[in-house]
């Protein structure tokens, strides 16, 4: 059982690594982070995950692809800070949670419409909307929420 | 958890579950509101998975409640 302070710090090395980047780790980049054998890292990224839900783990793989509000593989919720378009939100709900990773920064979120392809956007700045674009903009929760599978939430 | 142009978009959706037509339409305010409470604030502390992530459940039914969306639809089963 890995301690608080531990799960924290390995935590808070995905998590900033996702804004770094755009991408989570390897495990054996955690391990080599943290000073640990390769075994120990792959374990302590399983225990993060285990730890912080809804994160997961490509099934039947040591490789992390969601990571709230990040998202490993492209969604269709392209995300840009300063000009760049290096991230990707899980879903369209944490969408709206990237602005608390770059703060006092503008974050755009751009997207198709499911229904029809043509494109939505908005940004943000510390929690605040500056732009949205069409106004009529909704969000949709298609499946209702069950304790234990938020995955399912995401289709 | 999707985004659309509008609400009339949504009910065109080829993927739409009837059952989640109305129920499942949420303002991008609300939204917003919601992923931006409190805990939502402090994903880059070094203490957020001990100190902050334990708060999320509770903020996020005071969030349900404040919305108006107290069905377990929403709050969940």
């Known amino acids: ?155 | 958890m999707n985004l659309f142009r509008s609400e009339e978009h949504v009910s065109r959706w080829a993927l739409l579950n009837p059952a989640a037509a109305v129920e499942g339409l949420i303002p991008l305010a609300d939204l917003a509101a919601w992923f931006g409470m409190e805990s939502r604030r402090h994903l880059l502390d070094d203490d957020y998975l001990s100190r902050w992530y334990p708060e999320r459940d509770r903020e996020r039914r005071a969030a349900m409640e404040h919305l108006g969306k107290t069905t377990p639809f929403w709050l969940g089963s």
């Open chain 1, 1 to 155: 059982m890995t301690d608080a302070r531990t799960l924290d710090r390995a935590f808070q090395f995905i998590m900033r690594r996702f804004a770094d980047t755009g991408r989570g780790p390897h495990y054996t980049e955690l391990a080599k982070a943290f000073g640990l054998p390769v075994e120990e890292g792959r374990q302590r990224l399983h225990d993060v995950v285990k730890a912080f839900s809804p994160s997961w783990l490509h099934p039947e793989t040591d490789y992390l692809v969601s990571f709230p509000p990040f998202h490993s593989l492209p969604t269709q919720y392209r995300v840009t800070v300063d000009g760049q378009q290096k991230w990707f939100a899980q879903c369209g709900f944490e969408a709206t949670a990237m602005t608390w990773l770059f703060p006092g920064k503008t974050v755009r979120v751009d997207a198709p419409c499911l229904d029809c392809g043509e494109p939505l956007a908005f940004e943000m700045r510390d929690g605040q909307f500056l732009r949205v674009e069409p106004a009529t903009m909704v969000g949709h929760l298609n499946h209702p929420r069950i304790a234990g599978k938020d995955r399912l939430a995401f289709l």
